[in-house]
């Protein structure tokens, strides 16, 4: 038996166009428009829209399901749930777990646990570095044969040229990507936030905009040089995107991504010492805000990620000096980009859905994301019309530490199809 929805919109067009499509063995099966009375329904499982958006299942590309080694703040099973309820269905997840994702070994257990008991499809990162200490280039053929989806030392930037480059070479005889998250260590000792009015105001130390600028002008320069393909983590300043932009110019092999809070939030908005406006990198100026919401529009930006990184309340509590950087994203997000950018008139509805399905998937080389008769049936229904506030204890999330408890959005999804099998549905 196969799964017809029904009556959904595509996203384009008037609002009274309808889609119609068919699941079968985890696959779309049929794509109809126009009247559903002339579908043959029998012997199928129905679930009608009823007019809600019908999309390509989300795609984040990166995520922290902290598991192995911090299931106090997430596990795969409920980052994945999580993942499904913010219409989700394929995440990758960071290697910065303990052990850090290093080796086949671990790569194969993560793979095995999001098989067994998770939602959604996780697409594992392996580390670059062993233990992403920067001194040792892991196995890349070995990663890549285990099922790693790119090299990554998130959470920590390469602060060696010969050991990026390296990397980068080797990445580049795998056909793979090398994704960087770009800071410049000698800047940042015991800062928290970034440099900026808040920070002057609080007497904390601040992290320069030059301290991610400064790695993705080299690293351009060495995917230049070795012809690799490069994608640089969550973007946040002016400076980042200048040189993204340059580099783009050049014709050079360089994809970047940015998070919804660098595109909503500043440092000025922070209202205090609340470190759950913690997160790296930091939120940055009015003006920096402005620089990347312009980049993802020009295209210097590639794609949308949530950066989902779930701590404890506890950990949370030790204050914007101590805590840990980072904040959960996967359940607001779509919400968030589609109430402030697409409601107001910014942008277009195709223009959020591509650099959150298609885009990623290109990007990275996956067969996801699109509404097309044999494509894997990764499936969004949204409520495009209902309004509700965000949250926190409601979360599929194990953690709740975000800057958005409250916030009254639209655009919540209602219905998530992972691989042809219903993995959320809300309930009424």
């Not at 779930?310 to 805590?323: C, F, I, R, V």
């Amino acid at each position: 038996m196969g799964l017809w929805i029904i009556n959904g919109w595509p996203g384009t067009g008037e609002k009274e166009e309808r889609l119609h499509l068919l699941v079968e063995e985890g696959r779309i099966a049929e794509l109809a428009s126009g009247s559903s009375e002339a579908l043959d329904l029998a012997n199928h499982e129905v679930i009608d829209a009823a007019g809600k958006l019908l999309s390509a299942g989300f795609i984040d590309m990166h995520v922290h399901l902290r598991e192995p080694g911090f299931e106090h703040k997430e596990t795969i099973a409920t980052g994945t749930r999580s993942a499904a309820r913010g219409g989700f269905t394929t995440v990758a997840c960071m290697p910065n777990t303990r052990p850090v994702a290093d080796s086949p070994e671990v790569i194969e257990s993560i793979l095995r646990k999001a098989e067994e008991e998770g939602s959604v499809r996780v697409l594992p990162y392996a580390s670059i570095t062993k233990n992403e200490l920067g001194r040792e280039l892991t196995d890349f053929p070995a990663l890549k044969k285990a099922g790693a989806v790119a090299f990554t030392d998130d959470g920590v930037g390469v602060q060696n040229a010969k050991m990026m480059k390296d990397a980068m070479a080797q990445a580049k005889e795998l056909d793979m990507l090398v994704v960087a998250h770009c800071e410049e260590d000698s800047l940042l000792e015991g800062a928290a936030v970034t440099e900026g009015n808040f920070a002057r105001k609080h007497g904390l130390k601040g992290i320069p905009n030059e301290s991610e600028a400064i790695p993705i002008s080299r690293d351009i320069l060495l995917a230049e040089s070795t012809g690799a393909k490069y994608h640089v983590c969550h973007v946040s300043t002016e400076q980042s995107v200048r040189v993204i932009r340059d580099a783009k110019k050049a014709g050079i092999r360089v994809t970047a991504e940015v998070c919804p809070h660098h595109l909503l939030l500043s440092d000025e908005d922070i209202p205090g010492l609340d470190a759950n406006w913690k997160m790296n990198p930091p939120l940055r100026t009015p003006r920096d805000v402005q620089a990347v919401i312009e980049g993802l529009e020009d295209g210097t930006i590639d794609i949308l990620v949530t950066d989902h990184a779930p701590h404890s309340a506890e950990e949370k509590a030790k204050g914007m000096q101590l805590a840990p950087f980072g904040i959960v994203g996967l359940e607001t997000a779509f919400p968030l980009l589609y109430t402030h950018f697409v409601e107001t008139g910014r942008w277009t509805l195709p223009f959020l859905l591509e650099r959150m399905t298609s885009k990623p998937a290109d990007v990275f080389g996956l067969s996801y994301g699109r509404l097309e008769v044999g494509a894997p049936a990764d499936l969004t229904l949204v409520d495009l019309e209902t309004e509700r506030a965000v949250e926190t204890e409601q979360f599929a999330s194990k953690s709740g530490n975000t800057p958005f408890g409250g916030w009254k959005l639209k655009g919540w999804p209602t219905l998530t199809v992972a691989n042809g099998r219903i993995v959320w549905q809300e309930q009424k």
